[in-house]
């Protein structure tokens, strides 16, 4: 039996045609069901659906052998006991910094920014590499409210179009990173249950070869 972590939401709908393509269908409708488990036409594959912070925690401990997460959750909660195993070329945006349009920047490095963020192990990292003094803010949604309501200075969030930046009167400032969907899997299963973990990981990797073929599995490092 092999378990699959699946990341709900944005990267679920790209993950969706990824598996199929890849011979993995699921029982039942994913996106009108309520379910979190979902047995599939393949005996030996069960996939889970998750938020994306809780993938890497299932596939740490086990529990999933694979799974599917953002760049950016695997740089916040770091890869113990994990490897990435592909980029999935899904899911692209920019992690980035935002701040109020036209809002001067205050000098960090001799006065204390306040910074909101689902990510603040990244943008405690990314602030401190630069000099500059933040306070952090953990937040689990809406970013873009805490600097309009001055909660924070400026927010560290995942943009794609930047429409919602922009109809919150925030615009982007600094790259952090380049995020897309990675395959990862659990260190133990990769040795202990070699074979499927494999046959499906190339299976899966075969399948995003077929949709973007120049791109596809090259860029593991970013
Ligand atoms: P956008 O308005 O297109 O810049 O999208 C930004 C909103 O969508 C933010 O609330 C992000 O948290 C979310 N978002 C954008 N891209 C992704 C992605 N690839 N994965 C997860 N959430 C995303």
């Known amino acids: 039996m092999i378990t699959i972590a699946l990341t709900k939401g944005?990267?679920?709908?790209?993950?969706?045609?990824?598996l199929d393509a890849a011979g993995i269908h699921p029982n039942e409708d994913i996106n009108s069901s309520r379910k979190l488990v979902f047995e599939t036409n393949e005996e030996s594959v069960r996939l889970l659906v998750l938020r994306g912070a809780d993938v890497t925690t299932y596939v740490r401990h086990g529990i999933a052998d694979l799974g599917v997460a953002g760049k950016d959750m695997l740089m916040e909660y770091g890869l113990t006991d994990i490897y990435e195993l592909l980029d999935l070329n899904i899911a692209r945006c920019r992690l980035m910094t935002a701040a109020p349009v036209g809002q001067r920047r205050i000098d960090?490095?001799?006065q204390r920014i306040s910074v909101a963020s689902k990510f603040t192990n990244i943008?405690?990292?990314?602030?401190?590499?630069?000099?500059?003094?933040?306070?952090?803010?953990?937040?689990?949604g809406a970013l873009e409210l805490a600097p309009i309501v001055?909660?924070?200075?400026?927010i560290v969030d995942v943009v794609d179009t930047g429409n919602t930046l922009t109809a919150n009167g925030l615009e982007p400032r600094e790259l952090i990173a380049h995020v897309s969907s990675r395959l990862i899997a659990n260190k133990a299963a990769l040795k202990v249950k070699y074979e499927l973990v494999r046959h499906w990981s190339d299976k899966i990797g075969d399948a995003v070869r077929a949709q973007q073929p120049a791109a596809a599995g090259t860029d593991r490092g970013r």
Not at 134 to 139: P, Q, S
Not at 150 to 154: F, N, V
């Open 150 to 154: 001055g909660l924070a200075d400026e």
């Open 10 to 18: 944005r990267i679920l709908a790209e993950t969706l045609p990824l």
């Open 108 to 110: 960090g490095k001799r």
């Open 123 to 140: 943008a405690r990292q990314f602030y401190e590499e630069k000099g500059v003094n933040v306070e952090l803010i953990k937040l689990y």
